[in-house]
Each structure stands twice: as C-alpha cells, then as structure tokens.
C-alpha cells in the first residue's frame, strides 16, 4: 500500500511558491479516502509544515531532481518536466536541489564534442526562482561514463585535457550558480582501497588526478564547495578513515578540498550506523565542511508491501541521520535521493527493496516526513 494513510493538512505552502510551479501544486496535499482514525492512531493526524520553512536557519534540506538514468527505461514521461505535482513538492519542501543524473558523463557530455546541457539549466533555473541552492554531481566516477570516453582510443595527454577540458566547462557554466560540487564519488573501496580497477582516470593516472581535479573545479569556480562523496561511509569504517587520511594530506598540500558527503543509501536489512554522528563530527573537527548527500531508506517488500512496524523503522533511520547531521557543526546540508516513491531508483536498482522515500507515490506524507518535519523544528529552536 503506498497511497494515502496519514491526513495530511498544510499551511503556509502557497507563499514559497512562485513562477513556473502550478498552482495545483500549492495547496493541500492529497488526504485521499483514508480513515482518519488510521492517522490519529499512527500519531500522525497533524500538520504538514513545509521542511524549509520548519529548518534551522542556513540548514539546507534538500533533494534530488528525477531525470537521466534510470528514469529513461521507464514508462512515466520526464518527472521534472510533466508532473507538475512533484515540481510543487520539490518547490514546496526543499531549499536545495541536486540533478539526480543531468551532470553526469554520460548525460551531460554524450559525445567528445557535444554538451547537453538543457535539462541543468532548467534545474538551476528553477532553484533560483524558487531560492533554492544546487549541490553539483559528479564530475569524477566509475559509473555512468559515455562508451567515447571508456572505449575510445586515447594518449594520456588526450585523457588528461579531457576531463580537464569537461570539469572547466562543466563547472565554469554554472559559476555562482552551483554552491557544492561532488568532485570525486565513489572513488574508494569496502576496504579503502582507491578503485583502480573500475574507475578510469585512477587507473590510468593514479591518485595524482584527483589534485588536478580539485584543482581544475577550484579554478573554473573558486567560491564552490568541492567534496568527496560516497556511500558506506556514513560510520567510521575504512572506507571513511580513507577519506579522511586523503583529504587532510591534500589539503597540507594546498588541493582545494573543502568537504565530506556521505550518500546515506540505508536499508532496514542493516542496522542503523549508530557512530555516524561521530564519524561526521571527526570530518567537522579536522576543520571540513560535511553533507548527507543522497539518503533513502530501503524497506525489504518481497514482492509485498511495507508494513506500519516497517514505516515506523523507517522514520528513526531518517531521523537519526537527520540528527546526527545536525548534531554536527560544519553539517549544514542533507539531501534526500528523490522526494517519492514514485520515481525512486530503488526498486529499479535493488528489486527487493522499496518504499524507501518519504511521500508515498501519490505525494501523501509517510511516518518519515513527519519524523523529518519534528526533528528539524526542534533544532530550529534550540
Ligand atoms: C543513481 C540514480 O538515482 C539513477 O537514476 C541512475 O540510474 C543510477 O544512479 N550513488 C550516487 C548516485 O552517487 O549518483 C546514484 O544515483 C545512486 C548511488
């Protein structure tokens, strides 16, 4: 069951939206036909603040805009384009937004002299008409790499003019305009261990290239914010200790590196990472900025659907990671990897998992939201 089991009231939408989002968009929410006994015995039969309006001042909350990737083997047309609902949703709730797919290799750069870079700039625009911040994503990964750039023939000087040519162009379009860019994703194993198999500028250059990345996104933009990101790195583990180690080395070294994301890709299969408020603090103490950059909560479905224990599970997962950034004090932004189920990569990616949003698909808030809505509110007045 995925639609409509929690009452849903909202205030105080309307005044944050303005141009290009539809005014169905701005008031309540679907209620839908459900027993509002179903709600007041979840707890849940209260009001829908705004997550923007209900955080601390200067906190991002922000989200992932649909598009690209996975989204293209579907049957639904262009989200961010079409549905007008979840435009309102992404305008109504966030006060930042990160394209999901649209900068990445493959979309943004399909062939060695072509750009496409429309649907981000729609993206940017539609941030700064609803003043929102963008987080940038990515510029240097294993995945998601046009077949020119894995499989074409190139001299190591050609390959290294590449991505220096791309990551100037990429982030020199959106100078001003994208506050933190994830320079680096992923480029760090289980073990700590830099992915020189998989990832092709490591394998071809060694570690040196990440410097020159750093360094080629700090010139083409030197007020961004350049990140490392990666998943599993949410807990003091190796592959987080690795991070550190590098990033306090190049920073001795004068590489503009100014933060740490952490995905926050959590399932109910794996117990919550209790130490994560302590891992991001270490990041914050050397002195780093720190983002949760692209959270989700997986539910185990097997075929069937979340049950109310599974909902209220997910809730705490969201909200410990929400305190455990807040809790911090250079975490001042934490993104969720889609607004809904409906256009979540999760069910695509890990066909057993689902649910792992906070709106259902017909944008009905879950137990998550609210957890969310609360923790947010309370920091706020503290
Ligand atoms: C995912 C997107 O959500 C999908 O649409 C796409 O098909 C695959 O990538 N870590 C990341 C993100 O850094 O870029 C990934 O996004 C999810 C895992």
């Given at each position: 069951m995925r639609v409509g089991r929690y009452i849903a009231i909202t205030v105080g939408a309307s005044a944050l939206l303005v141009s290009g989002v539809a005014p169905a968009a701005a008031g309540t929410l679907p209620t839908s036909g459900t027993a509002a006994g179903a709600a007041s015995q979840a707890g849940h039969d209260q009001k829908q603040v705004p997550l923007r309006?209900?955080?601390?001042?200067?906190?991002a909350i922000g989200v992932a805009v649909a598009g690209g990737g996975h989204h293209l083997d579907q049957e639904y047309p262009d989200p961010f384009k079409y549905d007008e609902e979840y435009r309102g949703v992404l305008a109504k709730h966030f006060n930042s937004v990160t394209p999901e797919n649209h900068l990445k290799w493959d979309f943004v750069h399909p062939e060695r002299n072509k750009y496409r870079f429309g649907p981000a700039d729609a993206i940017v625009r539609f941030a700064q008409q609803n003043g929102q911040?963008?987080?940038?994503h990515t510029l240097l990964w294993h995945s998601q790499n046009p077949d020119w750039l894995t499989k074409g023939k190139f001299s190591r000087k050609e390959l290294r003019?590449?991505?220096k040519?791309?990551?100037?162009?990429?982030?020199g379009r959106y100078r001003g305009k994208i506050d933190q860019w994830d320079v680096a994703n992923e480029i760090f194993d289980d073990n700590g261990k830099l992915r020189t198999k998989e990832n092709i500028w490591l394998k071809t250059f060694g570690p040196s290239i990440i410097a020159d990345?750093?360094?080629?996104?700090?010139?083409?933009?030197?007020k961004a914010k350049l990140f490392f990101n990666d998943y599993g790195a949410e807990g003091i583990n190796k592959r987080s200790d690795a991070y550190l180690k590098l990033m306090k080395k190049l920073r001795k070294q004068g590489v503009p590196v100014h933060g740490f994301g952490v995905q926050g890709h959590?399932?109910?299969?794996?117990?919550?990472?209790?130490?994560m408020a302590k891992n991001l603090k270490r990041f914050s103490?050397?002195?780093?900025?720190?983002?949760?950059?692209e959270v989700d909560v997986r539910i185990p479905l097997n075929g069937g659907d979340a049950s109310e224990g599974h909902l209220k599970k997910q809730a705490d997962y969201y909200r410990r990671a929400l305190e455990a950034c807040l809790s911090v004090k250079r975490c001042n932004s934490f993104t969720l990897w889609?607004?809904?189920?409906?256009?979540?990569?999760?069910?695509?990616?890990?066909?057993d998992e689902g649910e792992a949003t906070i709106f259902n698909d017909d944008f009905s808030p879950k137990p998550a939201y609210f957890a969310l809505q609360e923790t947010l509110a309370k920091a706020r007045r503290r």
């Amino acid at each position: 069951m995925r639609v409509g089991r929690y009452i849903a009231i909202t205030v105080g939408a309307s005044a944050l939206l303005v141009s290009g989002v539809a005014p169905a968009a701005a008031g309540t929410l679907p209620t839908s036909g459900t027993a509002a006994g179903a709600a007041s015995q979840a707890g849940h039969d209260q009001k829908q603040v705004p997550l923007r309006k209900v955080a601390p001042k200067g906190f991002a909350i922000g989200v992932a805009v649909a598009g690209g990737g996975h989204h293209l083997d579907q049957e639904y047309p262009d989200p961010f384009k079409y549905d007008e609902e979840y435009r309102g949703v992404l305008a109504k709730h966030f006060n930042s937004v990160t394209p999901e797919n649209h900068l990445k290799w493959d979309f943004v750069h399909p062939e060695r002299n072509k750009y496409r870079f429309g649907p981000a700039d729609a993206i940017v625009r539609f941030a700064q008409q609803n003043g929102q911040k963008v987080r940038g994503h990515t510029l240097l990964w294993h995945s998601q790499n046009p077949d020119w750039l894995t499989k074409g023939k190139f001299s190591r000087k050609e390959l290294r003019n590449i991505l220096k040519e791309h990551i100037t162009k990429v982030v020199g379009r959106y100078r001003g305009k994208i506050d933190q860019w994830d320079v680096a994703n992923e480029i760090f194993d289980d073990n700590g261990k830099l992915r020189t198999k998989e990832n092709i500028w490591l394998k071809t250059f060694g570690p040196s290239i990440i410097a020159d990345a750093f360094r080629w996104a700090h010139q083409a933009d030197p007020k961004a914010k350049l990140f490392f990101n990666d998943y599993g790195a949410e807990g003091i583990n190796k592959r987080s200790d690795a991070y550190l180690k590098l990033m306090k080395k190049l920073r001795k070294q004068g590489v503009p590196v100014h933060g740490f994301g952490v995905q926050g890709h959590l399932s109910l299969n794996y117990p919550f990472p209790s130490d994560m408020a302590k891992n991001l603090k270490r990041f914050s103490d050397a002195g780093f900025e720190v983002a949760v950059t692209e959270v989700d909560v997986r539910i185990p479905l097997n075929g069937g659907d979340a049950s109310e224990g599974h909902l209220k599970k997910q809730a705490d997962y969201y909200r410990r990671a929400l305190e455990a950034c807040l809790s911090v004090k250079r975490c001042n932004s934490f993104t969720l990897w889609g607004p809904t189920d409906k256009y979540s990569w999760v069910p695509v990616f890990f066909p057993d998992e689902g649910e792992a949003t906070i709106f259902n698909d017909d944008f009905s808030p879950k137990p998550a939201y609210f957890a969310l809505q609360e923790t947010l509110a309370k920091a706020r007045r503290r």
